[in-house]
């Protein structure tokens, strides 16, 4: 299966979390050296340290030889391995977005206490 061809993935267009994650399943089927949670945990952090670099240089906290990266390829990256992991253990990232959504007024309002 040839995942760019078959798919809407270049498309600009809506999609629920769901969706994103049948796209980073899709992708992920195609490779055929398999990582295991933890491999794909050690590359979670790997993009996140890729993040933090850019968002220190953008905000002129680092000045650094090497310019930011694409923050968007990064952010894209650490979403396609979070929905990968949260596959792997049948987390339903639609439900829990909308579960998050109701208990975050009152982290804002404890937040907003301090």
Same mark, same amino acid.
């Given at each position: 299966m040839?995942?760019?061809l078959?798919?809407?993935?270049?498309?600009k267009m809506?999609k629920?979390?769901?969706q994103?994650?049948q796209?980073?399943?899709d992708l992920d089927?195609q490779?055929?050296?398999?990582?295991n949670?933890?491999?794909r945990?050690v590359?979670l952090?790997?993009?996140?340290?890729? +993040?933090?670099h %850019?968002?220190l240089v !953008?905000?002129?906290?680092?000045?650094?030889?090497l310019?930011a990266?694409? =923050?968007g390829s990064?952010?894209t990256?650490l979403?396609?391995e979070?929905? +990968?992991i949260? %596959?792997?253990?049948? !987390?339903?990232?639609?439900?829990?977005w909308?579960?998050?959504l109701?208990v =975050?007024?009152?982290?804002?309002?404890m937040?907003?206490k301090?």
């Amino acid at each position: 299966m040839n995942f760019a061809l078959s798919s809407n993935l270049y498309q600009k267009m809506s999609k629920t979390l769901a969706q994103l994650s049948q796209d980073c399943q899709d992708l992920d089927s195609q490779f055929t050296n398999k990582w295991n949670i933890e491999t794909r945990l050690v590359n979670l952090m790997e993009e996140v340290g890729e +993040l933090s670099h %850019d968002v220190l240089v !953008v905000e002129g906290k680092k000045n650094d030889a090497l310019k930011a990266k694409d =923050m968007g390829s990064n952010l894209t990256n650490l979403l396609y391995e979070i929905l +990968l992991i949260a %596959d792997k253990y049948s !987390v339903n990232m639609d439900d829990s977005w909308e579960e998050f959504l109701q208990v =975050m007024p009152q982290w804002v309002e404890m937040r907003n206490k301090k």
